[in-house]
């Protein structure tokens, strides 16, 4: 079984029994944004949180290995060459499907605005390491029927 197929088994099961990516997220005790990114095939599961993940949506067999899988992150763009760019970039690429999923789940179908938005960059002091804090805030913006 392949990382595609599990991750259309797994829709298909959300979809089937009415669940949310926080839902599924919470019965594996994992986050959110983690869980639906390796139910997109962007992440690789422990072998723990594939089985509970197996168990609970009762996936065909073969899906926890798929899911333990490491993911090819990759998608068919241009890269930048910028080092922080590139990071950046590579952020949207790996988790953008699972922003998308989230976002649309919490608000509908739409999208986040670009124009009416504020961005935060801010320093947290670890003594692991200083973190960059990146905050995005844009007004959303549902698609409409005519």
């Known amino acids: ?3 595609i197929d599990v991750t259309e088994a797994i829709i298909l099961a959300k979809k089937e029994r009415n ?13 959110t944004v983690w869980v639906t990114s390796a139910c997109l095939g962007m992440n690789s599961m422990p072998e723990a949180v594939a089985e509970k993940l ?3 949506l009762e996936l065909p067999e073969g899906a926890k290995a798929a899911l ?4 090819t ?5 241009e890269v930048p060459q910028d080092p922080l760019i590139y990071r950046l ?5 790996v988790y953008g499907d699972t922003l998308k999923e989230v976002i649309q789940e919490k608000f509908g179908d739409g999208i986040m605005s670009a ?3 504020t961005m935060d960059v801010a320093k947290e002091e670890n003594p692991k ?3 960059v804090v990146l905050t995005l805030n844009g007004k959303f913006l549902p698609y409409k029927a005519w």
């Open 115 to 117: 124009i009416d938005f």
């Open 68 to 71: 333990m899988e490491y993911p």
């Open 19 to 31: 669940l949310t990516w926080e839902g599924i997220a919470a019965e594996l005790g994992m986050g």
């Open 54 to 56: 197996c168990a609970y």
């Open 73 to 77: 992150k990759a998608w068919d763009k």
């Open 1 to 3: 079984m392949k990382k």
């Open 129 to 131: 390491g200083d973190r």
């Open 89 to 93: 970039y590579e952020v949207v690429g």
